[in-house]
C-alpha cells in the first residue's frame, strides 16, 4: 500500500525553526517529485515546495523561499522540509504529496502535520 | 503568475441532485495539467481528477471533469451523502510550480 506518514510538527515560537519529516512506503520512493502543501486553520490549499525524484532541482512558493529548504534522502525513503524563521502566518497543516510521473498532479497524501507559531 | 478562481464559493445542494463546479484561470492551462481534489473536514485532500478529465483510482463515474484554455467544469451527477465536502482545483505550471483554486463547498441543502 501506497503511503505518506509526515512527522516533525509541534509548537515554535516567532523566529524559530522546525524540520518536518515525510516517510514514504509502498512505491519506488526515488522515481517520483514531491510536494509540501499547507493549510493555515479554516483556509484553503497553499502549494510550499517541490523537489525532484532525484533531490537535483527544488522549487517554492514564494511565501517561504530563503526560509524553507526542501531535500529527500532517497536512501531512507523520506522527504523534509526545514523551515526557519518562523511566521505566524506559516501555522497551518502541512502535508506531503506525491506527484504523478508526467502530469505532476497529486495522487498520494499525508495525513498532515500541525504546525504552530506563537509566543 | 496563472489565479485559479472558483465558483461558486458554496454550492447548497439536496442528494441526488446533480453539482456543477466551475474552475477558471486567468490564462490559458494546459488540459494535461488540471487536477480536481476532494477534502472532508479533518481529512487529507483526495485525488478525483486529473489532465481534467481522467478519473483517479477508484472514483466513482458519477464524477466528471471536463473543459480546456480557461474554463474548467467538475460535474457530481447524482450527489451520495459522502460527496458533501469542499472541492479544489489545481494547474502544475512554471512558476509556481503548482497553484490551487480557493474552493468551493458543497453543502447539504
Known amino acids: 500500500e501506497v503511503q505518506l506518514l509526515e512527522s516533525g510538527g509541534g509548537l515554535v515560537q516567532p523566529g524559530g525553526s522546525l524540520r518536518l519529516s515525510c516517510a514514504a512506503s509502498g512505491f519506488t520512493f526515488s522515481s517520483y517529485a514531491m510536494s509540501w502543501v499547507r493549510q493555515a486553520p479554516g483556509k484553503g490549499l497553499e502549494w510550499v515546495s517541490a523537489?525532484?525524484?532525484?533531490?537535483?532541482?527544488?522549487y517554492y512558493a514564494d511565501s517561504v523561499k530563503g526560509r524553507f529548504t526542501i531535500s529527500r534522502d532517497n536512501s531512507k525513503n523520506t522527504l523534509y522540509l526545514q523551515m526557519n524563521s518562523l511566521r505566524a502566518e506559516d501555522t497551518a497543516v502541512y502535508y506531503c504529496?506525491?506527484?504523478?510521473?508526467?502530469?505532476?498532479?497529486?495522487?498520494?497524501w499525508g495525513k498532515g502535520t500541525t504546525v504552530t507559531v506563537s509566543s | 503568475e496563472i489565479v485559479l478562481t472558483q465558483s461558486p464559493g458554496t454550492l447548497s445542494l439536496s442528494p441526488g441532485e446533480r453539482a456543477t463546479l466551475s474552475c477558471r484561470a486567468s490564462?490559458?492551462?494546459?488540459?494535461?495539467?488540471l487536477a480536481w481534489y476532494q477534502q472532508k473536514p479533518g481529512q487529507a485532500p483526495r485525488l478525483l481528477i486529473y489532465g481534467a478529465s481522467s478519473r483517479a483510482t477508484g472514483i466513482p463515474d458519477r464524477f466528471s471533469g471536463s473543459g480546456s484554455g480557461t474554463d474548467f467544469t467538475l460535474t457530481i451527477s447524482r450527489l451520495e451523502p459522502e460527496d458533501f465536502a469542499v472541492y479544489y482545483c489545481?494547474?502544475?505550471?512554471?512558476?509556481?510550480?503548482?497553484?490551487f483554486g480557493p474552493g468551493t463547498k458543497v453543502d447539504i441543502k
Open positions: 490564462q490559458s492551462v494546459s488540459s494535461s495539467y
Open positions: 523537489i525532484s525524484g532525484s533531490g537535483g532541482s527544488t
Open positions: 504529496a506525491k506527484e504523478g510521473k508526467q502530469l505532476h498532479y497529486m495522487d498520494v
Open positions: 489545481q494547474q502544475y505550471g512554471s512558476s509556481p510550480r503548482h497553484t
